[in-house]
């Protein structure tokens, strides 16, 4: 196994309170997500946050093979707009729109990473239940960690949870280990089968995506980071860094 997937007691400590910095965050920026705001009022406020807890927004300037490096410190997506969507000038976020909001920081080389889903004022009650099942999938997912467990048993309750309230989990994205780099092995898949994939071991530190839709999981880019579902649908993510345990797991973010 790669080095440094196993995390010792000094980074697990690190990464605790990296997480809760990060848990802090999205508390803040929850509160100011109501009808009117502009999603780069998100983004400013996310880097203040950022400034004044010195941590570092781990996706602004992040490279990733051939893409162009990641312009802003959040993942921001509203409504049909689906993964690493980028808040952009001129945004206004409305009544009933959902939006989604993923995002890393680091500090000390380590990372930590989690997504919220939150709606604007009122909105539906089928975004409220898609949001609900995103969530719940997550924890689900979650409850299911622990050493020796496969990764297959995470993603096949991910799936099984979202399909039984008629959504659909992505295909084409996934969970992912991390820590000094912000993906590392093993990857997460939101489908599969409980029997499939390497196990578990105590020490990991395991990013959980519910990454799930409304309609069909196809996606189209719209941009070289940024992509929507095909079928004009809604997204919805949520996400947690998860350290896993002899017996069971715990939540960073
Ligand atoms: N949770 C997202 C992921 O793991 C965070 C992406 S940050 C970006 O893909 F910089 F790559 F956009
Ligand atoms: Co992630």
């Excluded at 995470?154 to 820590?179: A, C, M, P, R, W």
Aim: with cysteine; proline share 4%; net charge negative.
């Amino acid at each position: 196994m790669q080095k440094g997937l196993i995390k010792t007691e000094e980074e697990i400590i690190f990464m605790r309170k990296l997480g809760k910095t990060l848990s802090g965050i999205f508390g803040e920026l929850e509160i100011i997500i109501t009808p009117g705001i502009k999603a780069y009022d998100l983004e400013d406020k996310f880097l203040e946050l950022c400034n004044k807890e010195k941590v570092i927004p781990s996706c602004k300037g992040y490279k990733e093979g051939l893409l162009p490096p990641f312009p802003t410190g959040l993942c921001m997506s509203i409504n049909q707009q689906s993964v690493h969507c980028f808040p952009r000038k001129g945004v206004t976020l409305k009544e009933g729109d959902i939006v989604n909001i993923d995002t890393v920081i680091s500090s000390n080389g380590l990372h930590v990473d989690s997504a919220h889903c939150y709606h604007v004022g009122k909105t539906t009650d089928k975004r409220l239940k898609l949001i609900e099942t995103s969530k719940n999938a997550l924890y689900s997912a979650i409850s299911k960690v622990k050493a020796s467990t496969k990764i297959g048993s995470i993603s096949q309750t991910l799936q099984k949870t979202v399909e039984k309230e008629g959504f659909n989990v992505l295909k084409d994205y996934e969970g992912h280990g991390i820590g000094y780099s912000m993906h590392e092995f093993p990857e997460i898949p939101c489908y599969g089968n409980k029997h499939d994939g390497p196990k578990l071991k105590a020490g990991m530190t395991i990013c959980i995506e519910s990454l799930i839709c409304e309609g069909d999981d196809q996606v189209i880019n719209t941009s070289e980071w940024e992509t929507e579902m095909a079928d004009g649908k809604d997204f919805c993510i949520f996400e947690h860094t998860v350290l896993v345990t002899k017996n069971g797991f715990e939540i960073l973010t």
